[in-house]
């Protein structure tokens, strides 16, 4: 055996397909374990998970009815149109009518506004809540209300307006 030839130890090497598989399934769960990541963040920008899985799914597929919507991320029917009701009233999706050719119903198809306007939707409380954290002093009564200053404003840009 020369020095350039692998050592045998007697253990059989794997099988490609095995290895692939393997592969496959860390992934597909490295992808999961980030998309659980996205939807956790955002049930704390929309208030619950359910609406979070709408609004991933609706980025995913936009023009998506509430049925298919219910069959894209396992809920139930009652549960996403309640959510979209909510949605939509605070305009963090759209709707429009589905033309359809033929007579009968023609339901809405939803879209989920872009992530930056969403983030802008919410800035304005963060913002104040962090000041009121940083003048937590002049709220206490420790500092003049009058020397309080707001040394925390956010803005948010879409790098994609940029290009």
Request: charged share 35%; with cysteine; net charge negative.
């Amino acid at each position: 055996m020369s020095a350039d030839d692998p050592e045998d130890d007697g253990t059989p090497l794997e099988d490609p397909a095995d290895v692939r598989n393997r592969l496959e399934q860390e992934a597909d769960r490295a992808v999961e374990q980030f998309d659980e990541g996205i939807v956790d963040l955002l049930a704390w920008v929309l208030d619950t998970e359910t609406r979070a899985r709408i609004y991933v799914s609706l980025r995913q597929h936009p023009g998506s009815t509430s049925d298919e919507l219910a069959d894209l991320t396992g809920l139930y029917p009652s549960t996403v149109r309640e959510a979209l009701a909510e949605l939509h009233e605070e305009a963090k999706v759209t709707r429009e009518k589905r033309e359809n050719d033929g007579a009968g119903n023609n339901p809405y198809e939803y879209s989920a506004i872009a992530p930056s306007e969403l983030v802008n939707t919410i800035v304005s409380d963060v913002q104040s809540e962090l000041n009121t954290v940083c003048n937590l002093d002049a709220h206490l009564g420790d500092v003049d209300p009058d020397d309080a200053a707001e040394p925390v404003t956010i803005s948010v840009e879409d790098a994609t307006d940029e290009e």
